[in-house]
Nanobody, 117 residues
């Protein structure tokens, strides 16, 4: 089991920045991929960024504005979000994915990000 707790969300104006944090615990070394997802009202949950053994993957809409990172001990996962846009408004979820021997997804409770003037 992996436990994930997000923090750092809030209300910001367009163009501002936020840094989301995800505190991990449990059997974190069973996971191969860590990531951030988001879900806006009325929309499906979508991948924002992923980190796996030092390699990163970003959704096209990130456009170089977001950076995913984590500490070497896998205690924390971060998402630095710059130049936020109203379209970034969503609940952001931390994810840990085990891919072997079976695929298991672990999720945090989510943190609200609202971008509005």
């Amino acid at each position: 089991q992996v436990q994930l707790v997000e923090s750092g969300g809030g209300l910001v104006q367009p163009g501002e920045s936020l840094r989301l944090s995800c505190a991990t615990s449990g059997n974190v070394f069973s996971a191969d991929v860590f990531g951030w997802y988001r879900q806006a009202p009325g929309k499906q949950r979508e991948m924002v960024a992923q980190l796996s053994y030092g390699r990163t993957n970003y959704a096209h809409f990130v456009k170089g504005r977001f950076t995913i990172s984590g500490d070497n001990d896998r205690n924390f996962l971060y998402l630095q979000m710059n130049n936020l846009e109203p379209e970034d408004t969503a609940v952001y979820y931390c994810n840990a994915k085990q891919t072997y021997p079976t695929v298991i997804d672990y999720w945090g409770q989510g943190t609200q990000v609202t971008v509005s003037s």
